[in-house]
């Protein structure tokens, strides 16, 4: 496991389109997943210690901005035959687990995660609904144990995406396992 942190994008970058199935073919366009304030799409995996610790977490937020505005979509670059706990089965028994209500798609060709920039599971980037990039670090400050955060930065992203206000100029990395790129 190699941790990394996310890389700097500049804020403002336009979200690339792009068409992911779902693990049961259903086949999404990056323009239906936007709610009408943004989207918060988070590249992750089912393996990856750093995402598995902020699942549950990302789901219940999840929930709570879909009332702002703000639709949550989770793509997957990690379909890899070395890495079988991220094969699109496995994808949907994490569904089924977790009870992950927002589309959870497979980036098979890792093309999505590669025009993002992403670089670890999770790397999480929030868009606008013009959708320009906003927000694009970690969830709070303390991945592996909820009960110890202090700041959640993506929380106060949302809300200041919300309000109108201009992005959070303070945007700590997300970090967590290398993607695994295939040659």
């Known amino acids: 496991m190699a941790l990394l ?66 639709k949550t979509a989770a793509l997957n670059p990690n379909i890899h035959p070395d890495y079988p706990d991220d094969s699109p089965d496995a994808m949907k028994t994490k569904i089924q687990e977790l009870e992950i209500f927002f589309p959870y798609l497979i980036d098979a060709e890792q093309n999505v995660a ?11 980037f929030l868009y606008d609904s013009d959708h320009t990039l906003y927000y694009h670090g970690r969830m709070d400050d303390n991945w592996k144990n ?12 949302v809300h200041q995406l919300v309000k109108g206000n201009p992005a959070p100029i303070n945007q700590m990395p997300s970090m967590g396992c290398s993607i695994k790129w295939k040659e």
């Open 5 to 70: 942190e996310s890389e700097k994008i500049p804020l403002g970058s336009i979200l690339p389109a792009f068409r992911l199935p779902d693990p049961n073919g259903t086949v999404y366009d990056s323009d239906s997943l936007f709610g009408s304030t943004g989207l918060l799409l988070v590249v992750t995996c089912n393996h990856c210690p750093y995402a598995q610790a902020i699942w549950p977490r990302l789901i219940r937020f999840a929930a709570e901005i879909l009332s702002l505005g703000v």
């Open 146 to 157: 909820e009960k110890q955060v202090s700041r959640k930065e993506l929380e106060n992203a």
């Open 114 to 124: 590669r025009s993002l920039k992403a670089v670890c599971t999770p790397d999480l």
